[in-house]
């Protein structure tokens, strides 16, 4: 149980294009959504918090306007890159707190490339 | 600031015990997680303590002790498919999860 679909696993992009991922909870209702991205050799930076039907929490020094949180209903939350540039090349994951004590399901990954 | 400190790089031979230590200093503590990440890929639950003391799950086993505000993860009889980073992280009093950078897990036959 406590499984997060994300998709793609994988895109590469022209600059200035915009990509969509998409993470759904398949068998649990996540009120709330977490994206990290990851860049080679290093941890996890949490990007922004995502709470279903209200806005995003984003973190410092990330853009709001470039990365646009969409956590419309209970089972799904989407993250746009807009206008991408090859800085945003990154693995990008969500995650989803599936309950009080035993954790966070974090989804596949999203291994975006720019060019 | 919240700091989560382990260490970059292990080095272990397949069949072994290797011990991988993690110590934090954050605002409040609601538990401590370990997770398994194989490159490319998204981290995997491997453990989490609230309480102090050991918890045991087959040949992994995690370590806390809050006063020190401290922790290891002891995997045992190691395979290489244990070659991977492991991740430590605390989640403090905002339920906000703070990671480590993680520990490279290097095993050699």
């Known amino acids: 149980g406590a499984v997060v679909s994300q998709h793609p696993s994988w895109v590469i992009c022209k600059s200035g294009t915009s990509v969509k991922i998409e993470c759904r909870s398949l068998d649990f209702q996540a009120t709330t959504m977490f994206w990290y991205r990851q860049f080679p050799k290093q941890s996890l930076m949490l990007m922004a918090t995502?709470?279903?039907?209200?806005?995003?929490?984003?973190e410092q020094g990330v853009e709001k306007d470039k990365f646009l949180i969409n956590h419309a209903s209970l089972t799904l939350s989407t993250l746009t890159v807009t206008s991408a540039h090859p800085e945003d090349s990154s693995f990008y994951i969500c995650s989803a707190r599936y309950g009080p004590d035993y954790g966070y399901t974090f989804g596949s990954g999203t291994r975006l490339t720019v060019v | 600031g919240q700091n989560i400190d382990q260490p970059t790089e292990m080095t272990a031979t397949e069949g072994a015990i290797v011990q991988i230590n993690c110590t934090y200093q954050t605002s409040g503590f609601n538990g401590l997680f370990w997770y398994q990440q194989h490159a490319g890929e998204a981290p995997t639950f491997l453990s989490y303590?609230?309480l102090d003391g050991l918890e045991e799950k087959g040949r992994f086993s995690s370590f806390l002790s809050r006063s020190k505000g401290y922790s290891y993860l002891l995997l045992k009889e190691l395979q290489m498919k244990d070659s991977a980073s492991y991740l430590c992280?605390?989640?403090?009093?905002?339920?906000?999860?703070?990671w480590g950078a993680g520990t490279k897990l290097i095993i050699k036959p």
């Open positions: 992280a605390v989640v403090d009093s905002n339920y906000q999860l703070i």
């Open positions: 995502s709470n279903e039907g209200s806005k995003a929490t984003y």
């Open positions: 303590n609230v």
